[in-house]
T-cell receptor, first 115, second 110 residues
Framework: GAGVSQSPRYKVAKRGQDVALRCDPISGHVSLFWYQQALGQGPEFLTYFQNEAQLDKSGLPSDRFFAERPEGSVSTLKIQRTQQEDSAVYLC?????????????FGPGTRLTVL | AQSVTQPDIHITVSEGASLELRCNYS??????LFWYVQSPGQGLQLLLK??????LVQGIKGFEAEFKRSQSSFNLRKPSVHWSDAAEYFCAVGARDMRFGAGTRLTVKP
């Protein structure tokens, strides 16, 4: 595709429900990143994949958050037993190589609202 | 720990006026620095980046930024603002695990 796509664009969940957010990176991009952006804040790093390997998950806020990229392309961010504080926009980004100075291309985000 | 401070939450400038958005960083080594722009409903777009070399960096859309190590700053500038520049601007530091500032919202008056 032309860019990073994310689905769904909007998700409303009741507190305690599990949600799954999907990211389709740009084809051929090695690296994939997830960020959480709370209202009025900048994005906060959650986790990073190089191909299928999750190399950094230091930003995941709790063990309710889980990310995977089993075939090194599409990634899913799963949040179990959602809480109100999980309400945010979840951004996915990809970059062509694994180098640290490579441009990250961002998707439009998934806005999660937990009631 | 690496961090970024954007002191201005909201800035309003007139169309055609010059613009400077401030960014201060904290980083243990030579920082990777970035400026991104986020328009409503759009993904973050990279304006420019710096790691080494010339401390004045040119980016897209007529933006530039200057790295000043002594001031731990990486301010974004544009000589003449266009109405389409109205957006949220984020400064970021780091490598793969980028740390973003809270953003500066730019409003452009006609």
């Amino acid at each position: 595709g032309a860019g990073v796509s994310q689905s769904p664009r909007y998700k409303v969940a009741k507190r305690g429900q599990d949600v799954a957010l999907r990211c389709d990176p740009i084809s051929g991009h090695v690296s994939l990143f997830w960020y959480q952006q709370a209202l009025g804040q900048g994005p906060e790093f959650l986790t990073y994949f190089q191909n299928e390997a999750q190399l950094d998950k230091s930003g995941l806020p709790s063990d309710r958050f889980f990310a995977e990229r089993p075939e090194g392309s599409v990634s899913t961010l799963k949040i179990q037993r959602t809480q109100q504080e999980d309400s945010a926009v979840y951004l996915c980004a990809s970059s062509f190589t694994s180098g640290p100075f490579n441009e990250q291309f961002f998707g439009p985000g998934t806005r999660l609202t937990v009631l | 720990a690496q961090s970024v401070t954007q002191p201005d939450i909201h800035i309003t400038v007139s169309e055609g006026a010059s613009l400077e958005l401030r960014c201060n960083y904290s980083y243990g080594a030579t920082p990777y620095l970035f400026w991104y722009v986020q328009s409503p409903g759009q993904g973050l777009q990279l304006l420019l980046k710096y790691f080494s070399g010339d401390t004045l960096v040119q980016g897209i859309k007529g933006f530039e930024a200057e790295f000043k190590r002594s001031q731990s700053s990486f301010n974004l500038r544009k000589p003449s603002v266009h109405w389409s520049d109205a957006a949220e601007y984020f400064c970021a530091v780091g490598a793969r695990d980028m740390r973003f500032g809270a953003g500066t919202r730019l409003t452009v008056k006609p």
